[in-house]
């Protein structure tokens, strides 16, 4: 059967009341789908993405050759199966590839909102989602699903509407951003901000795509050591060298130099430097707890199944903080869950890469 | 009894020869010295710096609030009890306090090396140094220690110089730089040689010391993620949050977020930037079996008596990496070696703040 991928933007007038207080009014959100919806529409699944990535989970489009960042997970006959699923995935606000985000035009003007965009939270990004499901007269969904921000929204979502979903799988996600993954965002941050070509966010967004901007370039590479782990990085670059004059040119460069310097810079050219700047602020601001007496009160409102993944050598979020989470069901006698730590020395990247260290996991998940 | 703090500076005139081919001539060493230097010179114990230390090791200058970076470790009745030993700690070349370095006067000229100046490694670090030796009239020492880029010091000391020194003990360093750690590296240089103010290597040093350098400040920022772990994160800054105006003011700052900025900027006002390019590149391409068939040529050639001191949760060089060079050694059936991986979670900075943990393996070493 085909994945049937469809891609659509849904337009919203409604003000949508944000966790600090603030309003989004109008918004966008896109979103794509996979698979087709069933009559009484109990074959929903949700895909929800990490920090920079999109709605285009799984397929390709036309005249591109890069398929979608969970395309080995999502389609006939796969993890997510969509000769049985119907899956949705949808951009996040504050995000770059079609729902409204920092880079939109602030109604009633034409001119993007530029730092005028509000603080969005993960909370947030859910409560957009599942107005745009409610709009497609969608109210329960079999599972949300997703890995690193996708899971803090699959959380998100557990607690904040607890019977919206039967299943909950989150992976190498946390229950609340901790100060090493702060870190890494402030690196990414600051260097951004600290551009001279970022313009104090008044840059010129075709001008970025065309010439780069060193300062996210430099932060993104920050962000690759975080994906990946130190046994991973020696396995894929060791020491090799590439250089011009031997190994006492100054500009001589590691494999892993250059890595970094492809995929950072690269990066400029995709991705939205505000919308990262705002997506991270979400990450770092992300607490389960929030709202809670404690970590406790909030995990006592799931009742949707939980599956928790952690990957053993996330340099990101640290398996232990998954455990921590999986400890607090514990201390609250919920018995509707079950916590993996997968055997992985990839780092928090797993979850895109080794996904058949974990798939039979997810499908115990949806199929158990 | 005093700890008889002295600083020198002195100057040499025949060339160095570089690991590179190239030479250096003349080059300055400045170093600092503890305790006495007793008739026969058999009290001799060397320690080298890290990355941005200096030979300011121990002691308080007239004026200074701050001691030397290792101050409670070296001293009378301390591990390095300078009652007994006479303590010297030279600053490396290629490093910015006092002893020859990129922004030195290039001779005959009176401006700067910047650029020009030959990458340096580790191994012509520590030949510069046994050439001070040479001029001290010190032929061989007690023993020779160091932590981090020091470690990798004390180590080329041991198989470049095998009779050199009774001991060696390096702390938190590895037998060859990898490529987790050349990332870390990689963030910092980028990112310095991306900031427009660097001036393509032509910046006033005055000004950047006024006005920070941005560019280092993020490198640093990243530096400072290696040099803890995600523990000791936890325990220092937890999800502590200061704001003017709430959690969503975008530019609220975790207190994590405040001590990067505050270590980063203040940094840049006290390193330059050149030495750190040139520093980290040191750092970058040291590897102990390089100019031998492999690590186990190399380690052949050590007769020192060893010390290798790994910790735990060294996010920067891992424990592993000081265990595969006692492997190393097993395997070429050294039998003078001591290993211990301190219980440590501090991350690689326990070198520098978590003394008690390991002052006891120093001190036998020394005295066993």
Redesign the interface.
């Known amino acids: 059967m085909s994945l049937n991928l469809q891609t659509h933007t849904e337009h919203f007038t409604n003000p949508l009341y944000?966790?600090?207080?603030?309003i989004l009014e109008p918004y966008d959100i896109t979103y794509e789908t996979y698979g087709t919806l069933n009559e009484d529409k109990s074959n929903v699944i949700v895909v929800c993405h990490a920090l920079t990535g999109s709605h285009h989970a799984a397929g390709t489009y036309e005249g591109d050759n890069k398929a979608g960042w969970w395309n080995g997970f999502i389609g006939s006959g796969k993890a997510i199966d969509t000769d049985k699923y119907f899956v949705i995935c949808s951009n996040v606000i504050g995000s770059c590839f079609g729902s409204t985000g920092p880079m939109s035009p602030q109604h009633p003007h034409h001119e993007p909102y530029r730092?005028k965009f509000?603080?969005v939270?993960i909370k947030d990004m859910i409560k957009a989602q599942r107005i745009l499901f409610d709009r497609l007269d969608i109210h329960r969904v079999e599972a949300i699903i997703g890995g690193s921000m996708g899971g803090m929204q699959a959380l998100q979502f557990a607690i904040h509407y607890p019977n919206f979903a039967n299943k909950i799988i989150a992976l190498a996600a946390t229950h609340?951003?901790?100060?090493?993954a702060?870190?890494?965002n402030?690196?990414a941050q600051?260097?951004i901000l600290?551009?001279?070509d970022f313009k104090q966010g008044y840059y010129d967004p075709e001008v970025i795509k065309e010439q780069g901007l060193?300062?996210m370039?430099?932060?993104r590479?920050?962000g690759?050591?975080s994906f990946l782990s130190?046994k991973t990085?020696?396995e894929?670059?060791?020491?090799d060298y590439k250089s011009t004059d031997?190994?006492?040119?100054?500009f001589g460069k590691?494999?892993?130099?250059s890595y970094?310097?492809y995929n950072?810079y690269t990066f400029t050219k995709w991705f939205d430097p505000l919308a990262y700047?705002?997506i991270t602020?979400a990450i770092?601001?992300y607490?389960l707890s929030?709202g809670f007496d404690s970590l406790t009160e909030a995990v006592k409102r799931i009742s949707s199944k939980l599956t928790l993944i952690s990957f053993r050598d996330d340099v990101l979020f640290?398996n232990?903080e998954m455990k921590e989470l999986a400890q607090e069901l514990e201390s609250v006698r919920n018995s509707n869950y079950t916590y993996i730590d997968v055997d992985s020395d990839y780092g928090h990247d797993a979850f895109l890469v080794e996904l058949d260290k974990f798939e039979i996991y997810v499908k115990d998940a949806l199929n158990g």
Chains 1, 2 share one sequence.
Do not use: C, T
């Not at 944000?18 to 603030?22: D, I």
């Not at 894929?236 to 020491?239: A, S, T």
């Not at 031997?246 to 100054?250: C, D, K, M, V």
């Open positions: 944000l966790e600090s207080g603030r730092y509000p603080v939270s609340a951003a901790q100060p090493w702060i870190a890494f402030k690196v600051e260097s600290k551009d001279p060193s300062g370039a430099v932060g590479m920050a690759h050591i130190h990085m020696r894929k670059f060791g020491r031997g190994l006492y040119e100054l590691f494999q892993v130099e970094l310097e950072g700047i705002y602020k770092n601001i607490d929030r640290k232990i």
